[in-house]
């Protein structure tokens, strides 16, 4: 145990006086977070020279915060997801597994984009299991405003991220909508989720 | 965007000058926000178009250390960003902020 203590304690020091002497080693370090194509990794490279000495170990532990987050946090769930980040257009953003031309979700996607929120499409997303992210910015003919919805769907659990102008407008779909009573439900559950987040 | 007292005084500096060109580091010791919170909602601002950012160039003269990435507030910005500050002069939240001098409507 005095061992252990005496480890961390060193490891500790380690990290103050590295922070201390070598910032800008910690920050080449903690840059790596961050894909090699983010300009963040060369801006704050160049930031450290502005900042006054005494302040870079406080500055250089907080990118570590901010790499962890910001920079290794989606890499990984990148990494898990590897085709997330692909570009659909029609509405669908990006799609994981990616799909395919005549899928039957883009086509029910494509045949009825106004009824999103339609059991239809819903359904569709559900039976195929995959973690979509619609984006749709256009006028239903409901005359519903124009806004992206962002809906994810992600194996057998269901999230639901939106701003709050988007969460009215998916009410507002919801309203005018001819649902089952259960997926009614299922939507105001995830928009009260998401309110909670 | 969230309204947060970071986004206040951020934008609060950069409609002060909104003609001028504001690096990170100096954004944010004006502004008062630390770095962790500055970049992140930097970037979101980037994404929304509210600024437009640069690469520092040396020109002629070697600047002698690396060049810094600089942020511009674009129309839009000046625009998004002054109907935020006008918002939180009615809300509640930032009546104890230093808003008083707040630049509104962002007029150049």
Redesign the interface.
């Known amino acids: 145990m005095i061992e252990l203590l005496q480890v961390s304690a060193s490891s500790g020091l380690l990290l103050v006086l590295a922070l201390g002497f070598a910032p800008r080693l910690v920050l080449r370090f903690v840059l790596l977070g961050f894909k090699p194509e983010d300009?963040?990794r060369?801006?704050?490279?160049?930031?450290l020279?502005?900042?006054p000495r005494r302040d870079r170990p406080f500055?250089v532990a907080?990118?570590l915060?901010?790499a962890l987050?910001?920079g290794l946090l989606p890499r990984l769930v990148e990494h898990v997801l590897p085709h997330r980040a692909e570009v659909w257009s029609f509405g669908v953003t990006s799609a994981w597994p990616p799909i395919k031309p005549g899928d039957p979700m883009l086509l029910a996607m494509r045949g009825a984009p106004a009824q999103l929120a339609s059991g239809r499409v819903a359904r569709a997303i559900r039976r195929c299991r995959r973690l979509v992210l619609v984006d749709l910015g256009y006028q239903g003919p409901s005359r519903w405003p124009l806004a992206g919805v962002r809906v994810v769907w992600l194996t057998g659990h269901r999230h639901i991220v939106m701003t709050s102008t988007e969460m009215v407008v998916l009410a507002q779909m919801l309203r005018a909508g001819s649902h089952a009573a259960q997926q009614k439900q299922e939507f105001h559950a995830c928009i009260e989720l998401s309110n909670r987040i | 965007m969230r309204m947060t007292h970071a986004l206040i005084s951020i934008a609060t500096v950069l409609l002060t000058d909104p003609d001028a060109r504001h690096f990170g580091y100096d954004l944010g010791r004006r502004a008062g926000v630390r770095s962790g919170v500055l970049y992140p909602l930097l970037a979101r601002m980037l994404a929304e178009g509210w600024l437009k950012d640069e690469w520092e160039s040396a020109g002629d003269e070697p600047l002698g250390r690396p060049n810094r990435r600089y942020y511009e507030v674009t129309e839009a910005g000046i625009e998004q960003l002054g109907a935020l500050l006008q918002r939180a002069q009615t809300d509640a939240r930032f009546r104890q902020s230093p808003l008083a001098t707040l630049p509104l409507g962002g007029a150049r």
Not at chain 1, 42 to 47: F, G, Q, T
């Open positions: 300009p963040r060369r801006e704050l490279s160049a930031e020279a502005a900042i500055w907080e990118q915060e901010v987050i910001e």
